[in-house]
C-alpha cells in the first residue's frame, strides 16, 4: 500500500551507529562519518527532511526504531 510520509533525520543527535543503513537503503554515510539520505550532500543544516510516497514505510519505522539514538522520525502525512 502506498503511503506519504515525512522523514526526519536529526543529524545533530546522529551519532553515526548505521544502525539505520541495514534496515533502509534510503540512509547512506556521509563524508563527515554521520548518515544522510543516499545520494543527499548534507550540508550546514542540523536536520535532513525527506517526503516520501511509497510502499516502504516500513523499512523507514524499522531504521528509526533501531537508531539507538532517535535520530530518526517517521511521520504519515494525512491528507
Ligand atoms: S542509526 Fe541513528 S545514529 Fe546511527 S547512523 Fe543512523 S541515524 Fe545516525
Redesign the pocket.
Known sequence: MTTEYRVV?DRE?????????VRDGR?AEADDG??TFDGVEPGDDDALVATFEDDAIEDAQQ?AS????D??EVTEVSR
Open positions: 533525520l543527535t546522529c551519532d553515526g551507529i548505521f544502525a539505520c543503513l540512509f554521520l548518515a531504521a533501531a537508531c539507538p539514538v535520530a530518526i
